[in-house]
C-alpha cells in the first residue's frame, strides 16, 4: 500500500516537469536526491551558478521516479534532474545540460555515470574524459558534448 502510494506522489511530478520552460532567462528543473546526499547538493549549487533555477526535493521513492523517467538502471546515479521535458541523471557537467536543453535532441536524458572525481559536485580532480550518455528510444548512446 505504501508502495502505491509513493508512486502517487510520484506521478504528478512527472507530469508537471516537461512542461517547465523558463521564467525570465532562467531555465527552470527539479532535482530529486536522496535524503542528506550532500554531493547533490554541490551539483544543484553549480547549477544554479550556471543560472538554472533549480529546486531540490529529497525523496525516498527515486527508483520510481528513475523508471517513470525513463532511465535505464546502469545510468541510475544518486539524484535525478527533470528539465526542459528532459532527465539528467548524475554529476551531468555543466556543457552536457546546456547542450541538451539548447539542441532539443530527441532522447529521454541524458546521465554521467557513477560519481567520477571533478564533475560538478564531487570533489578531486577530473582524471578521464566524462562518459555522459543519452538515452531514449535509440537505446543508449556516447552524448557528444560539444
Same mark, same amino acid.
Given at each position: +500500500?505504501?508502495?502505491?502510494l509513493m508512486k502517487? *506522489?510520484?506521478?504528478?511530478?512527472?507530469?508537471? *516537469?516537461?512542461?517547465?520552460?523558463?521564467?525570465?532567462?532562467?531555465?527552470?528543473?527539479? +532535482?530529486?536526491?536522496?535524503?542528506?546526499?550532500?554531493?547533490?547538493?554541490?551539483?544543484?549549487?553549480?547549477?544554479?551558478?550556471? =543560472?538554472?533555477?533549480?529546486?531540490?526535493?529529497?525523496?525516498?521513492?527515486?527508483?520510481?521516479?528513475?523508471? =517513470?523517467?525513463?532511465?535505464?538502471?546502469?545510468?541510475? =546515479?544518486?539524484?535525478?534532474?527533470?528539465?526542459?521535458?528532459?532527465?539528467?541523471?548524475?554529476?551531468?557537467?555543466?556543457?552536457?545540460?546546456?547542450?541538451?536543453?539548447?539542441q532539443k535532441p530527441?532522447?529521454? =536524458?541524458?546521465?554521467?555515470?557513477? +560519481?567520477?572525481?571533478?564533475?560538478?559536485? +564531487?570533489?578531486?580532480?577530473?582524471? *578521464?574524459?566524462?562518459?555522459?550518455m543519452s538515452f531514449?528510444?535509440?537505446?543508449?548512446?556516447?552524448?557528444?558534448?560539444?
Amino acid at each position: +500500500m505504501l508502495k502505491k502510494l509513493m508512486k502517487l *506522489a510520484v506521478a504528478p511530478a512527472l507530469l508537471v *516537469a516537461p512542461a517547465m520552460a523558463t521564467a525570465g532567462d532562467r531555465v527552470q528543473g527539479v +532535482m530529486y536526491k536522496n535524503p542528506g546526499c550532500e554531493c547533490c547538493d554541490g551539483h544543484a549549487e553549480a547549477l544554479r551558478r550556471a =543560472g538554472i533555477d533549480l529546486r531540490v526535493v529529497a525523496s525516498e521513492n527515486l527508483a520510481g521516479l528513475k523508471a =517513470g523517467a525513463g532511465v535505464p538502471a546502469e545510468l541510475q =546515479g544518486c539524484h535525478t534532474i527533470l528539465i526542459g521535458g528532459y532527465a539528467v541523471e548524475g554529476h551531468v557537467p555543466i556543457a552536457a545540460v546546456e547542450q541538451l536543453l539548447a539542441q532539443k535532441p530527441a532522447v529521454r =536524458g541524458i546521465a554521467l555515470p557513477g +560519481m567520477p572525481a571533478g564533475s560538478p559536485g +564531487m570533489g578531486g580532480v577530473q582524471t *578521464a574524459p566524462f562518459m555522459v550518455m543519452s538515452f531514449g528510444a535509440q537505446g543508449t548512446q556516447l552524448f557528444a558534448v560539444k
